[in-house]
């Protein structure tokens, strides 16, 4: 492993080309984008920026409205589709300090990158990096997790305080990049730069990193015992038996005083516990400071693909190869860790569609990659960007992480704000760089995270970790994964003492499996999101349901040579009387050839339309084939006078279960029994005759996977066709665009 880049840094804060000495070139701020460890296709490069002129902070309004008190975890939820705008401060160095410039008002990331783009230099370094690496000037910094509230449509309960950082960014003009592949430096600058000059003279002569004596040891106070710990696992496991959500990311906090310097830490870190998105972030002015050792990118876009990498999984590293290979082996055959994993992997294929060509999704990788004390499951995921989008309109769609949320993300963004009563800061956040010119960038998920702030001549430290909390959780097994987690960074700030901690440590090291892929689509079609007020023309209308999967239905049906228009049901102010003459009326406006009712969390109760549209299915006031999805399955039972129960047999999110049917319509051509993924915490039960057919059910159970009626174009299936675990989920929904609605 190779520190030089902090060697480096060090080196530069001595001579005067970073921090207080180097103010005749910009600020004293410091950024540090570090890929720590050896080199591999995650650790390709590190930038260490140098002195920026301007930068751009966020913070919290005043007086913003708060969220309705509601519990997302007994199933209420109020939604904002409308957001508060917030201001973006942008200043500029001159004169020795930070003078405010300018502001810029957006209500979204996305739109504030794109302002940034009228005072952003389109221009090109004088010499050309590798094409991962920004070629001109960018942005660089990071964004909090408390973004939320302008990328989701949620105000949360519990809210910064007025004037909390939310954003930092700084504009970087120049640069030192190691190139991990040969170790190499290089200075990246426009032309006549004489920061550029000096950085060069002194690449070759900086001294060694020197080694830093062990930590003060300082008191710490944590969020939560382990005991109310436990409870809150417990309950978000009941409220996932209700239905209400599939998997939650909860944290707990550790604060305390740190007796050094923040960057001190980030060396302990970078020693210890290396990790190929780390990243320090000094604000002297500001009293704060990051000090990041994550491994899990957030996007990564290079303006015409874009990347993402989720993790989900987690074991501890072996004592010896044996130990480890039998922990990563545990791991892999892991169904509870596999299904997270594949709710994951599906959530982030629903996030990236956004910006991605229909059926250009693709996995590129599937890795247990293994870091210091803790080994992951990862996938790697691509898509191509589709015409006028980039990896700004991605940002915008990925944020927050769902590694560090849940699914489906509305919901359990609800849901953790509910749970953990305090802002997340920066923890769960972002940092890295995104050039507003061209699009591309790149960031990370900011876990394994100090957030530092000064108060006169002290430093005071938070820092948290968590776990995906899912139906098949261990409550005290969850608290354990918690506290060995922020170990790592316990010890470097003095907090816990290095012995105290049980995990062992290895290399970073990276073991590939097989791939569980997307079906292959024809990319042919196109999705249009819709508000219900337009006059359409055929196509088929997709009912969204705030489910975190509603796109990859889509792309699978545009997949198929079909134009979706994706109608979303729970906006936060639905009808609540949805009418047959109101059904009717838009049905007509759209003028679809079929439905779809979606998936979603909760009961069919909670979304009046998709109830209103099987009941007047069912009463033949409309003849349009319908298709439910899980929640919309539940809908069309219920709405036919079946029940709606907990399943008997408990939660299943994220597991193929093997399904048996008829092998008539739906299932026509396909095996039986074969593999679908479920994710249903409720099912439908025959309570008397009616007018559906049961035409499949799980093996070994018998719990309802599909119905159909007897003599209308009408069908359902509990399961999700469009997972990644279910490779028969194109042919079944093929099956159900054949059926013409005289059928």
């Known amino acids: 492993m190779s520190l030089d880049i902090l060697a480096l840094q060090s080196h530069f804060l001595e001579v005067g080309l970073l921090g207080p000495k180097a103010v005749r070139y910009g600020g004293p701020d410091e950024v540090l984008l570090c890929s720590s460890g050896p080199h591999s296709h995650l650790a390709e490069y590190s930038i260490l920026c140098g002195p920026s002129r301007r930068r751009v902070l966020v913070r919290q309004p005043k007086n913003m409205e708060s969220a309705q008190t509601h519990s997302p975890l007994q199933g209420e939820i109020f939604l904002h589709q409308e957001k508060n705008t917030f201001t973006a401060q942008v200043e500029e160095w001159k004169h020795g300090c930070w003078y405010h410039s300018t502001s810029v008002f957006a209500n979204g990331l996305d739109e504030l990158m794109e302002k940034l783009r009228d005072i952003t230099p389109n221009e090109s370094f004088v010499q050309s990096p590798k094409t991962k690496i920004p070629q001109g000037p960018f942005w660089s910094g990071s964004f909090a997790y408390d973004m939320v509230q302008w990328t989701q449509p949620l105000r949360l309960q519990h809210q910064p305080e007025d004037g909390e950082l939310l954003t930092i960014m700084w504009l970087i003009e120049r640069m030192v990049v190691q190139h991990r592949d040969d170790e190499s430096m290089s200075v990246y600058a426009l032309e006549n730069d004489t920061w550029a000059d000096e950085a060069n003279t002194n690449l070759e002569i900086y001294p060694k990193l020197r080694s830093l004596e062990p930590p003060q040891q300082s008191q710490e106070t944590s969020s939560l015992t382990d005991q109310s710990h436990e409870t809150i696992i417990d309950d978000i496991r009941e409220s996932i038996r209700d239905g209400q959500m599939y998997q939650v990311n909860v944290g707990r906090w550790w604060d305390g005083k740190l007796n050094e310097h923040p960057r001190h830490i980030f060396q302990r870190l970078s020693e210890k516990n290396p990790a190929p998105f780390s990243a320090f972030i000094l604000a002297p002015d500001l009293g704060f400071s990051l000090a990041c050792s994550s491994p899990e990118s957030l996007i990564r876009c290079d303006g015409s693909k874009v990347f993402t990498a989720p993790i989900k999984g987690t074991r501890p590293r072996g004592e010896n190869s044996e130990k480890e290979e039998m922990l990563r082996e545990e791991m892999i055959h892991d169904e509870k860790e596999r299904a997270e994993h594949r709710m994951l992997v599906d959530l982030m294929r629903n996030d990236i569609a956004t910006v991605s060509k229909v059926g250009s999704i693709q996995v590129e990788r599937f890795d247990v990659e293994a870091y210091t004390h803790v080994q992951h499951l990862v996938t790697h995921l691509s898509g191509e960007l589709e015409d006028g989008k980039n990896g700004i309109d991605a940002v915008q769609s990925v944020f927050p992480g769902g590694s560090i949320t849940g699914c489906p993300r509305t919901v359990v963004c609800a849901a953790i704000d509910e749970i953990e009563q305090r802002p997340r800061s920066f923890w769960t956040g972002s940092i890295g760089w995104i050039d507003v010119h061209s699009g591309a960038c790149s960031l990370n998920i900011a876990i394994r995270t100090l957030i530092a702030k000064k108060q006169r001549k002290q430093w005071f430290g938070s820092i948290a970790a968590g776990g995906g909390i899912t139906i098949g959780s261990d409550p005290k097994t969850e608290v354990e994964e918690a506290k060995w987690k922020a170990a790592a960074l316990r010890e470097a700030c003095g907090w816990m003492e290095r012995q105290q901690s049980s995990l062992p440590a290895g290399k970073l090291a990276t073991h590939p499996l097989h791939i569980e892929a997307p079906p292959k689509t024809m990319r042919v079609g196109k999705v249009d999101v819709i508000d219900g007020n337009e006059d359409c023309s055929g196509g088929i209308l997709l009912i969204d349901n705030l489910d975190s999967f509603t796109l990859n239905i889509a792309h699978a049906v545009s997949g198929l040579g079909r ?59 409309i003849s349009i084939p319908l298709l439910g999805i899980c929640l919309g399955h539940q809908a069309i039972g219920l709405a036919a006078g079946m029940q709606v129960i907990r399943s008997e047999n408990g939660p299943v999110h994220g597991s193929p279960r093997q399904c048996v049917h008829d092998g008539k319509g739906l299932f026509s051509g396909i095996e039986s029994p074969t593999p679908f993924t479920r994710y249903n915490s409720l099912c439908v039960v025959e309570s008397h005759p009616n007018q559906l057919v049961v035409t499949a059910a799980e093996e070994g159970n018998q719990m309802i996977m599909g119905l159909h009626h007897a003599t209308l174009p009408i069908h359902s299936v509990q399961f999700h066709p469009e997972s990644v675990g279910s490779q028969n989920g194109l042919q079944l929904l093929q099956n159900f665009l054949s059926i013409e609605a005289d059928a």
Do not use: C, F, Q, Y
């Not at 906006?571 to 003028?591: A, C, F, M």
């Not at 009712?597 to 033949?620: F, H, Q, R, V, W």
């Open 563 to 621: 134009d979706v228009s994706v109608l979303k049901s729970r906006n936060g102010h639905p009808h609540s009387n949805w009418s047959t003459e109101d059904v009717k009326h838009l049905i007509e406006r759209i003028n679809p050839t079929h439905i779809i009712l979606g998936p979603g969390p909760g009961k069919p109760t909670d979304s009046p339309l998709t109830m209103a549209i099987a009941s007047s299915a069912l009463s033949e006031d």
